[in-house]
């Protein structure tokens, strides 16, 4: 095994390419790699596009146009923390447009059906404080929420 890490295969039906220039388009410390056409010998049509290698927020992903036997669902999502809540704004808006679609709790599926929890920092550290109750009503909220508001958050835990 080389020693480089892993590379998380995304599988599309026909949006390898479109789905890669998204991600890239998102994501700080990203850039597209290369880019498989099949050839006379297939798979498809000589010249299509059958991987697009391609690295989002630090991330290896290959997104392969293995087309439609398979969907995403929920059963793996990618997690991004967020530092403030200007970043989980980005983040939602950014993922959610052109056909996302939001979810409860912080999670959103992309315009590809990609699942994806847009997480404060800070939510980590209010449901997880020793005081008992104060995480109790931090998660209380959270559990009432689509996407994830700081402030709120904050105020729930203090009681407020």
Not at 2 to 7: I, L, Y
Not at 72 to 83: K, P, Q, Y
Not at 89 to 108: A, I, R, V
């Amino acid at each position: 095994m080389t020693t480089d890490g892993f590379t998380t295969c995304l599988w599309f039906d026909g949006q390898a390419e479109e789905a890669a220039d998204f991600y890239v388009s998102v994501f700080k410390n990203s850039r597209l790699g290369r880019v498989l056409r099949s050839t006379k010998a297939g798979p498809g049509p000589a010249g299509s596009v059958v991987t697009v290698e391609f690295v989002a927020n630090g991330q290896k992903f290959v997104a392969l146009n293995g087309g439609p036997q398979f969907k995403f669902n929920e059963a793996v999502s990618f997690e991004i923390r967020c530092d403030d809540q200007d970043e989980v704004d980005y983040y939602w808006n950014k993922l959610t447009e052109g056909g996302g679609e939001e979810g409860p709790c912080g999670w959103l599926k992309d315009k590809f059906g990609l699942s994806w929890q847009v997480v404060p920092t800070r939510l980590i550290e209010l449901v997880s404080d020793p005081d008992e109750e104060k995480a109790a009503r931090a998660m209380e909220a959270m559990l009432k929420m689509s996407k994830l508001d700081i402030a709120p958050l904050e105020k729930a835990a203090a009681g407020e």
